[in-house]
């Protein structure tokens, strides 16, 4: 066993190829399990394993055979409906079945319930989890205005009163993003995402149509932050666009900036804030 293995257990969207390249020239010894069509490049410096959907006990018998230790979970992976998922996969050993029936409770409660479950349970049986940020610690910010439009007081009353409702429906589990105007919720982030929160807020009818309001993102209370941090990117900022937001609020060391240039350019292209608190 090398203490330099890491296996990245890649889901969708554009944050697992950054792990990947930050995990490589840091000089892990990396095997990526690519779930769905990642396109990800096939190369010698890394061991890719393409399935098409979550394959537990496929991923178990090679971190067992493989003798790696460290994880990280990064990327979006549909949630299975229920244990008799699983049971369709291949590779399912006596030994995959022991652990999915100790852990049927790890499907019930909301995200963040879940992915604390998870690193628990890996814990529990020797595995390391190592999150996103601690390997590329540049896809956080700091405290700051990072656009050139300021943000006004009006603003500012959207956004504390945004931050005021996160902070309940973290407790809650509820989810990770509010859309404030006018000092009113227009939307809290359910089961369904993010983009779908902002693409509702686009459809609300006896809203003023003069542009105004926040959609704020941050991290729950609860929440395990090596596996579940919230990421914005340049698909929330063509959202809050269309839902015709003035400025979008994270909060500071916690949230995951894809693609941190070209949101930049989003922002200062359509006179927008982005404010770090």
Known sequence: MSENQLAIIAGGGGLPRVIIESARKQGWEITVFAIGNLNIEKNQSISLIEMNRLNIGMIFKILKSQKI?????????????????YLRFQYLNLETLIILFKSLGILRGGD????????????????????????????????????????????????????????????LDI??????????????????????????????????????????????????????????????????????LSGIAITADNVIVLDFQEVIEMIEDNNLYFIVI
Do not use: H, W
Not at 73 to 82: A, E, F, L, Q, S
């Open 69 to 85: 230790k460290n994880i990280c979970m990064v990327g979006y992976i549909p949630r299975p409906n229920g244990p008799i998922d």
């Open 112 to 171: 963040a319930s879940l992915f604390k479950k998870i690193n628990s349970f890996l814990e529990e049986r020797g595995y390391k989890v190592i999150g996103a940020s601690e390997i590329a610690p540049n896809i956080t910010l700091k405290r700051g205005v990072y656009s050139t439009k300021k943000v006004s007081k009006a603003e500012f009353e959207n956004i504390k009163k945004a931050k005021q409702c996160a902070e309940i429906t973290g407790y």
């Open 175 to 244: 989810g990770q993003a509010v859309a404030v105007k006018n000092s009113r919720i227009l939307a809290i982030e359910g089961a369904e995402g993010t983009d779908a929160m902002l693409e509702r807020v686009a459809g609300l009818r006896g809203i003023s149509v003069k542009r105004g309001g926040v959609i704020l993102k941050s991290a729950q209370v609860n929440q395990d932050e090596r596996v579940d941090m919230p990421t914005v990117g340049p698909n929330t900022i063509k959202n809050m666009i269309k839902a015709n």
